[in-house]
């Protein structure tokens, strides 16, 4: 089994704050560095330091042979990764001293997907693999459908959160994963509860409360908790966990060891500033699950 990532690739800009600016306030960082990121991408390295066989489709500008190079090093097979005239997206992530974080996206690269090329990706799959997506390229709804017509698992993170991004794919999804907030926004613009969004699973990370899984098939729920620790930087937080929950699945765990695995990972990730270069590997949880 496999996982086939429909991702963003961005390079992050990192400054540390004393606290976010006020609007017209102009403030002095404390810090800043570059580094490997975008949804994406964080959902590709965490699943892969996880343990599993993971394929990213994406693009990055020419000029970025870095970008492939440092995702490859943390074993993804970039394969199906294009280089496009243009830039490679990029984040600004501001970082206040609570580990808090406000980041602005130029999505660049990652909404000049070309549909032959993803297609022909996605045609390698087998019906055991997966397919994961979040809201930073274009191409979604295309790539679920033919993915849910081979058989494959689609698992859709619904951020950043958009109301007709989510409408759209929604028949094609098997696994709907939103935070609280997003599933409370959802709810309300579809006018329904969580157990009659039209999806065969939901699942909501609950941030240091860990998370939540609910079969809408069966009614089936499952809740985790997270670990307490001191958190650094919360950015790809929610990633590390979907990643990880990702390859537990491909992996063969059931849902409720591939949640508690995911919310370990979750929680030592947020203990480290970065994102997909902080990200930790299936040894690291496992050290800090016996810890």
Same mark, same amino acid.
């Given at each position: 089994? /496999?996982?086939?990532?429909?991702?963003?690739?961005?390079?992050?800009?990192?400054?540390?704050?004393?606290?976010?600016?006020? *609007?017209?306030?102009? @403030?002095?960082?404390?810090?800043?560095?570059?580094?490997?990121?975008?949804?994406?991408?964080?959902?590709?390295? /965490?699943?892969?330091?996880?343990?599993?066989?993971?394929?990213?489709?994406?693009?990055?500008?020419?000029?970025?042979?870095?970008?492939?190079? &440092?995702?490859?090093?943390?074993?993804?097979?970039?394969?199906? @990764?294009?280089?496009?005239?243009?830039?490679?997206?990029?984040?600004?992530?501001? !970082?206040?001293?609570?580990?808090?974080?406000?980041?602005?996206?130029?999505?660049?690269?990652? !909404?000049?997907?070309?549909?032959?090329?993803?297609?022909?990706?996605?045609?390698?799959?087998?019906?055991? =693999?997966? @397919?994961?997506?979040?809201?930073?390229?274009?191409?979604?709804?295309?790539?679920?459908?033919?993915?849910?017509?081979?058989?494959?698992?689609?698992?859709?993170?619904?951020?950043?959160?958009?109301?007709?991004?989510?409408? =759209?794919?929604? *028949?094609?999804?098997?696994?709907?994963?939103?935070?609280?907030?997003?599933?409370?926004?959802?709810?309300?613009?579809?006018?329904?509860?969580?157990?009659?969004?039209? !999806?065969?699973?939901?699942?909501?990370?609950?941030?240091?409360?860990? /998370?939540?899984? &609910?079969?809408?098939?069966?009614?089936?729920?499952?809740?985790?908790?997270? *670990?307490?620790?001191?958190? !650094?930087?919360?950015?790809?937080?929610? =990633?590390?966990?979907?990643?990880?929950?990702?390859?537990? @699945?491909?992996?063969?765990?059931?849902?409720?060891?591939?949640?508690?695995?995911?919310?370990?990972?979750?929680?030592?990730?947020?203990?480290?500033?970065?994102?997909? =270069?902080?990200?930790?590997?299936?040894?690291?949880?496992?050290?800090? &699950?016996?810890?």
């Amino acid at each position: 089994m /496999a996982i086939f990532n429909l991702g963003s690739v961005n390079i992050d800009h990192f400054y540390m704050l004393p606290h976010f600016p006020e *609007p017209g306030e102009t @403030l002095s960082a404390t810090g800043h560095k570059l580094g490997l990121g975008g949804k994406g991408t964080n959902q590709s390295v /965490a699943a892969a330091k996880a343990g599993a066989e993971v394929f990213h489709i994406g693009a990055i500008g020419k000029k970025d042979p870095w970008v492939r190079e &440092r995702i490859e090093s943390y074993g993804v097979n970039c394969k199906f @990764l294009r280089e496009v005239d243009g830039e490679t997206g990029h984040a600004v992530i501001y !970082v206040d001293q609570q580990g808090e974080n406000m980041i602005v996206l130029d999505p660049a690269a990652n !909404v000049k997907q070309d549909s032959e090329f993803v297609i022909e990706a996605i045609d390698q799959a087998k019906p055991t =693999d997966t @397919l994961l997506m979040q809201n930073e390229t274009n191409l979604q709804p295309q790539t679920a459908t033919f993915a849910l017509v081979k058989g494959m698992r689609v698992i859709y993170s619904a951020a950043p959160f958009s109301i007709s991004a989510v409408k =759209d794919l929604i *028949p094609d999804v098997s696994i709907l994963v939103m935070n609280s907030i997003e599933a409370a926004q959802l709810c309300s613009a579809m006018g329904v509860s969580l157990e009659q969004i039209p !999806v065969p699973q939901v699942m909501v990370t609950l941030g240091s409360k860990g /998370a939540m899984w &609910r079969s809408n098939e069966t009614g089936e729920t499952i809740e985790v908790s997270s *670990p307490k620790v001191t958190p !650094v930087d919360t950015t790809a937080a929610g =990633d590390t966990y979907i990643g990880y929950f990702a390859a537990g @699945l491909d992996l063969g765990m059931p849902v409720k060891a591939a949640m508690e695995w995911a919310v370990q990972a979750a929680a030592l990730k947020v203990t480290r500033a970065g994102t997909a =270069d902080a990200i930790p590997s299936a040894n690291e949880v496992k050290s800090f &699950r016996a810890a």
